[in-house]
């Protein structure tokens, strides 16, 4: 299991790479091996302004469904669009090209309450 110090993390199971004033979100390793095989992503948020802890979206895998949560509150800008027709590239990459988000972020100061590598190694006991 992969947890990449340069990026934050919340309980939800989502990271986050911090771009100046925006950000680019996805989940992380831990959280797509626990979901299995990803065969769909659906998110419609793109050009939605949505608050911290909002549902942006599902991850559909052979076994479940589950939400996707914003990070940090802020405008969904993009929406990964190689997920539309390779979902799976959430399993095989996912702090690359598994990405799912782009969010121009409307108080870039909420970074601070997501967790470190650290911390969430420490919630997933890696």
Same mark, same amino acid.
């Given at each position: 299991?992969?947890?990449p110090?340069?990026l934050?993390?919340?309980?939800?199971?989502?990271?986050?790479?911090?771009?100046?004033d925006s950000a680019?979100?996805?989940?992380?390793?831990?959280?797509?091996g626990?979901?299995?095989?990803?065969?769909f992503?659906?998110i419609?948020?793109?050009?939605?302004a949505?608050?911290?802890?909002?549902?942006?979206?599902t991850?559909?895998?052979?076994?479940?469904v589950?939400?996707?949560?914003?990070?940090?509150g +802020?405008?969904?800008v993009? &929406?990964n669009?190689a997920?539309? /027709?390779? #979902? $799976?590239l959430?399993? %095989?990459?996912?702090?690359?090209q +598994?990405?799912?988000v782009r &969010?121009?972020?409307s108080?870039? /100061?909420? #970074? $601070?309450?997501?967790? %470190?590598?650290?911390?969430y190694?420490?919630?997933?006991?890696?």
């Amino acid at each position: 299991m992969t947890i990449p110090a340069d990026l934050r993390y919340t309980k939800d199971h989502e990271w986050v790479r911090i771009e100046g004033d925006s950000a680019i979100v996805g989940i992380t390793d831990f959280a797509q091996g626990e979901l299995g095989d990803i065969v769909f992503i659906d998110i419609k948020a793109e050009g939605e302004a949505l608050d911290q802890e909002a549902v942006f979206g599902t991850v559909e895998a052979v076994k479940t469904v589950s939400d996707l949560f914003m990070p940090l509150g +802020g405008t969904v800008v993009e &929406v990964n669009p190689a997920l539309a /027709s390779d #979902a $799976s590239l959430v399993n %095989t990459d996912p702090y690359g090209q +598994g990405w799912m988000v782009r &969010v121009k972020l409307s108080d870039p /100061s909420q #970074a $601070s309450g997501l967790m %470190t590598a650290e911390s969430y190694k420490a919630l997933v006991g890696g």
